[in-house]
Every structure is written in C-alpha cells, then in structure tokens.
C-alpha cells in the first residue's frame, strides 16, 4: 500500500486505517470469534493495513494475546504496534488506575511478553490518573524508551488541559481520543492544538461505536454495552439512524457505501492522521479498506456533517453570512 502517513514526530510511517482490537473486550462486546477476528487482521495486513491498536484492558490482556498470535508469524519491521497501559487487575477481576512507576514498569514487560515481541511501537497512557505526578509517568516512559521497550509515547482519552499538562514532563507524541462526525467536540480544542504542535492523533470510535455503518434502523436492539447507551435507544438512535440513512443517495453518488462514505470524510480533516476501525471479519475490513484514498468535494463534506448534526441547528453560510 502507498498510502501511507507519518504519525506525529514519532517516525513511525503508518496506513491511514488502523486495525482495532477493542471488540476483543467481552464485557462490552460480548464473546466474539476469534477465528474471524484473526483473519480479519490477515486480511487487514495483505491488504497493506500496518498499524494495529490493543491495549492490556481489552479482555483483561486477552486482546494482546489474540494479537500475539497474529504476530507470530510476521516480520517484526513490516507491523506497527500500538497497546496502552492503565489498569490494575485484581484477582477477582475488579480493577482500578495505576499509572505508578513499577506498574506501568510491570505492565510493559507482560505486554511484551504476552504479544511476543522485544519492542512496543507505540505506547499510550489509556487514561488519566489523578493519583500519579505528571513527572513520574514521563520518567517511567522515558526509561522504558531508553531501554529500548517502547520506540514511542502518547495519551489517550486526555483533554487538552490534561495534555498540556503532560507534555511539560515528556515527550508525548501521540493523542488517540474518540471521536466521530456524531461526537466531534475535540474539534474546538484538541485538535487544533495538535496540529499547531505537530502531535499524530489516532482517533478510535470513527463509527460511532457502529452507528455510522448504515446497517442500523433504530429498531434494533442490542445485548452488547450499547443496550444502556442514549444513542441506541429510543426517538434519538431513530432520528440518528435516520440521518445516516438519508446519505444512501450521495455514497451512490461516489459509488461507495454509507461507512465508506463516513470514513472517507472523516479522514479528510487535516488534524486526524489515523481512523482506528474495530472490526469483526474479512468482509468488515475490506469495506473499511476500500475507503484508502478516497475523497469527496468539500460541498458534499458539509451535506454530511449537516445531515449528521441532529443535536443543534446546522447552518451553512455563504460569504455574506446568510445562512443556505
């Protein structure tokens, strides 16, 4: 694959579409098969995908070893890594933050060694934890870097206060927050910000956890986390998965589907480098895959996001400031 991007000052040159494993998490996913989701990342990596995402709190490190079994027989050089450190697992499966020094220090080994690898491409902070001094986060990253256990840093699920905050310790590289055309609120902080300063954003949740997609309804209902989310319930994921319905005719336009359509304006916005997609098959990927590299005009960019915003009245203005 050509289409490749470098991701922040890190280096590392990666496909626009990033692998996801968060559907390897039972507790919000439910059992899936992991039979499908390993050729899903065969798929993904013969069609040129080399960045996959996981993270030790998907399935209580389930994820990294589903991941470890994809690795093991790839050359090292031809994937690019990225897995985030934050929880504590107690023996009964609770958990909680600890981002301290020896944990992460701890963490990172049984990662390595539960994916089978001697370096860890990229290495996130999954959340913020209140507990921790700034200053000893970024030594413990620093050492792990310098010891040659991780090539690169970031954070994920930070705000901009958070972030700023953080990179007066390290050398964060790398944001991953969520975001969607549904859900875009980084766009008046975040993202701005990491364009000015030069820091790759990996967004995750492109789809709105797979409201996006266009195979939902609102009458569906779900047995998986989204049972008890806002969104997938009632008169609002009616009214949202009518909006997505309504753009069939200008994906037909572009000859693609309503996901690629999705992913394809997504990725156009100048301060998103990399889309993580979770998905649970060949066929899911290939869609997803398809999208690489495609565009629409910059009218038919805001039709979507005007199609989309339910929550607020969208105006389109002219140079005049009339609204269309």
Same mark, same amino acid.
């Given at each position: 694959?050509?289409?490749r991007?470098?991701?922040?000052?890190?280096?590392?040159?990666?496909?626009?579409?990033?692998?996801?494993?968060?559907?390897?998490?039972?507790?919000?996913?439910?059992?899936?098969?992991?039979?499908?989701?390993?050729?899903?990342?065969?798929?993904?990596?013969?069609?040129?995908?080399?960045?996959?995402?996981?993270?030790?709190?998907?399935?209580?490190?389930?994820?990294?070893?589903?991941?470890?079994?994809?690795?093991?027989?790839?050359?090292?050089?031809?994937?690019?890594?990225?897995?985030?450190?934050?929880?504590?697992?107690?023996p009964?499966?609770?958990?909680?933050?600890?981002?301290?020094?020896?944990h992460?220090?701890?963490?990172?080994?049984l990662?390595?060694?539960?994916?089978?690898?001697?370096?860890?491409?990229?290495y996130l902070?999954?959340?913020?934890?209140?507990?921790?001094? @700034?200053?000893? *986060?970024?030594?413990? $990253?620093?050492? &792990?870097? %310098?010891?040659?256990? !991780?090539?690169? #840093?970031?954070l994920?699920?930070?705000?901009l206060?958070?972030?700023?905050?953080?990179?007066?310790f390290?050398?964060?590289?790398?944001?991953?927050?969520?975001?969607?055309?549904?859900?875009?609120?980084?766009?008046?902080?975040?993202?701005?910000?990491?364009?000015?300063?030069?820091?790759?954003?990996?967004?995750?949740?492109?789809m709105?956890?797979?409201?996006?997609?266009?195979?939902?309804?609102g009458?569906?209902?779900?047995?998986?986390?989204?049972?008890?989310?806002?969104?997938?319930?009632?008169?609002?994921?009616?009214? @949202?998965?009518? *909006?997505?319905?309504? $753009?069939?005719? &200008?994906? %037909?336009?572009y000859? !693609?589907?309503? #996901?690629?359509?999705?992913?394809?304006?997504?990725?156009?916005?100048?301060?998103?480098d990399?889309?993580?997609?979770?998905?649970?098959?060949?066929?899911?990927?290939?869609?997803?895959?398809?999208?690489?590299?495609?565009?629409?005009?910059?009218?038919?960019?805001?039709?979507v996001?005007?199609?989309?915003?339910?929550?607020?009245?969208?105006?389109?203005?002219?140079?005049?400031?009339?609204?269309?």
């Open positions: 694959m050509d289409n991007v470098y991701i922040g000052a890190t280096g590392l040159e990666v496909s626009p579409i990033c692998f996801g494993t968060w559907q390897l998490s039972p507790r919000f996913w439910g059992e899936q098969s992991k039979a499908d989701i390993l050729a899903a990342m065969n798929t993904a990596f013969d069609s040129g995908i080399n960045f996959f995402d996981t993270a030790d709190a998907y399935g209580d490190g389930y994820a990294e070893t589903v991941v470890g079994e994809f690795l093991a027989d790839k050359p090292r050089d031809a994937v690019v890594i990225c897995t985030k450190v934050f929880n504590h697992f107690n009964d499966a609770s958990r909680y933050p600890d981002l301290s020094p020896g992460i220090r701890q963490r990172c080994d990662q390595l060694q539960r994916m089978g690898i001697e370096i860890i491409d990229l902070l999954h959340m913020f934890d209140p507990l921790t001094a @700034l200053s000893d *986060a970024a030594e413990t $990253l620093d050492s &792990l870097k %310098k010891q040659g256990k !991780i090539r690169s #840093y970031g994920s699920n930070q705000t206060e958070q972030l700023r905050a953080q990179r007066r390290g050398d964060y590289e790398v944001v991953q927050p969520s975001y969607s055309l549904i859900d875009n609120r980084i766009e008046s902080d975040l993202l701005p910000y990491c364009q000015a300063e030069n820091i790759g954003v990996m967004i995750y949740s492109p709105h956890k797979g409201l996006l997609t266009g195979k939902y309804t009458s569906e209902t779900f047995t998986d986390f989204r049972k008890y989310h806002p969104d997938f319930n009632g008169e609002r994921f009616k009214k @949202l998965a009518s *909006a997505v319905q309504s $753009l069939g005719p &200008l994906a %037909k336009k000859n !693609i589907s309503i #996901y690629q359509l999705i992913l394809t304006a997504t990725l156009m916005h100048p301060g998103i990399v889309a993580i997609v979770g998905t649970k098959n060949p066929p899911q990927i290939k869609e997803a895959i398809e999208a690489i590299g495609k565009t629409i005009s910059r009218e038919d960019y805001f039709v996001r005007k199609s989309l915003a339910v929550d607020k009245i969208s105006k389109i203005q002219d140079a005049t400031g009339k609204s269309k």
